[in-house]
Each structure stands twice: as C-alpha cells, then as structure tokens.
C-alpha cells in the first residue's frame, strides 16, 4: 500500500531505527512481565522512565539547534528527526514504564495525558507542515505569503471598483448582491480544508446563472469579476490553511513545556523521596 506524502517519512532510516527500537522495547518488557512481573519502580521500569525523560529533555533542546549549530547532529534536519522520533519512542517508554496500566494519582494521570497530548499534536504537526504546503502548490494558482494576504485583498477590491466603471444596471446589481460581500473582508473557512473544489465551484455558480442576463458590452467585465473573486477564494484558502500551521505551535509547545515541568518534578520525587 502507499501512503500519501504526508504520512511517508522523510529519513527512512530514522522511521526503520525507531521502529527497529520500539518494537525491541516492546518484546523486552513483554517478556520480562511475563517472567518475572512489572512494576514502574523496579529496575526494568525505572530504566524506561529515565530514558523517557532523556528523550524528552533532548526534544526540549530542539529550539536550541541553530545556536548550536546543528551540533551535536550533522544538519538541522537531523535535529527534527531526532526530535519528533525521540519524542515518540518517549511517549512509548513512558507506558513501557508505566506497564500499559492506568495511572493511581490525579499527578500520574496529568503526566500521562500531557504526554500524550504533546506526541500527539507533534505528529499532527509533522503531517500538517507536510500536507499543507503540497495541497497548496497542487490545488491554488494563487501564491501568497500569510502576512501579505490582506493587502491583496485589499488590491482585489480595488480592480473590482474600477472594473465596475460604467457597468449595465444588470450587472451593477449583481455586483452589489454577490460579487462585493464576497470580496470584503476575509472569511477563513473549514471548506478550504475538507472540499476546496466543491466549494469554489458552489460560490462561482452565481456567475453561470447571471451571464445570459447581460450584454454583450457586460461580458468582460462579468469575466474579469469572476476573475477576482476566485483569487480571492484563493487568497482565503491561503489564509485558512497558513493560519493552521501558525495556530499549531499554540497547541504543541505550552503543553510540551508543562510536561517537561512535569517530568522534571516526579523524576525529582522519585529520586530524592
């Protein structure tokens, strides 16, 4: 089966390594469970949970790779690698230590649902910063930087303003009733994510219907509206889809802070108490 770009890593040797350790991890503590028990205070569990918490501590010092200059790994690339597959072979020795069973304490249980909410939402990142950037060249025809969008929005109106000029009465009521709500403002939308080609072609029917009630001299003008209304569907798509990756880092880095807090605290706990 092949998996669509989002989902196919891209350092197969990072994906065969993690997996290669996930899977050993996964056999060692099974067998040693069924031999002789498990318990995350015992030897076999304290060793996964520290080595959670060495994983985790390395994810933390990713923002720190260009200070370091990628160092101690050869590129940045390598930084990320190391980072989203340290972070998940994490969230796996977390309930390796664990032994797969729920958490006693109200502590344990937030511990646990930090971690997970952090492994989580970094994976949705990595799939986000994959599948975004590739729906956008594949779908749009419209390039635009997420900072720049409402100022050519802006510019949009502007050309519809002087493509109005000396417009049939038909048209200027059209325009008044469909094509100027549609270019004010910006209006971000799930249906740029989840049906891009249906959508545009729901909000462009209007344009269809109205044609055969304009003249001749109309017909450019009609053309050129429609014109600037899909670039600016376009310019909204953009603004959708960029907005989503400048929202994720709000989802995945306090959380990431907190369980690191975390970890810092109940390692403290075992250690000294």
């Known amino acids: ?73 050869k590129t940045a690339q390598d930084w990320m690698q190391a980072h989203v597959y340290g972070s998940t072979l994490a969230a796996l020795f977390v309930l390796v230590h664990m032994g797969f069973r729920w958490p006693g304490g109200r502590f344990g249980f937030w511990l646990l649902a930090l971690t997970l909410w952090t492994t989580i939402s970094g994976l949705l990142g990595v799939a986000l910063q994959k599948w975004i950037p590739a729906l956008l060249a594949r779908e749009l025809t419209v390039e635009a930087i997420y900072d720049r969008v409402p100022e050519l929005a802006d510019r949009l109106r502007g050309e519809a303003t002087r493509t109005m000029e000396g417009a ?39 344009f269809e219907h109205i044609q055969s009630f304009v003249g001749e001299a109309d017909r450019d003008r009609l053309a050129d509206l429609k014109t600037l209304v899909s670039e600016k569907m376009e310019l909204e798509a953009h603004y959708t889809l960029q907005r989503l990756l400048r929202i994720w880092p709000l989802v995945h880095v306090p959380p990431a802070m907190l369980l690191l807090a975390a970890v810092v605290a109940h390692v403290a706990s075992v250690w000294y108490f």
């Open 1 to 73: 089966m092949i998996l669509p770009p989002w989902l196919q890593p891209k350092r197969l040797r990072w994906f065969a390594g993690t997996a290669i350790v996930a899977a050993a991890s996964l056999a060692f503590a099974g067998a040693a469970a069924w031999w002789r028990g498990w318990s995350p205070g015992d030897a076999w569990g304290l060793t996964f949970g520290a080595a959670a918490a060495l994983l985790m501590l390395m994810a933390a010092l990713y923002p720190l790779r260009r200070r370091w200059g990628a160092r101690p790994f």
């Open 168 to 206: 049939s009465d038909v048209l200027q009521r059209f325009y008044d009733a469909q094509v100027q709500p549609a270019l004010a403002g910006l209006s971000p939308s799930w249906s740029y994510v989840f049906e891009m080609h249906s959508g545009r072609a729901r909000r462009l029917a209007a």
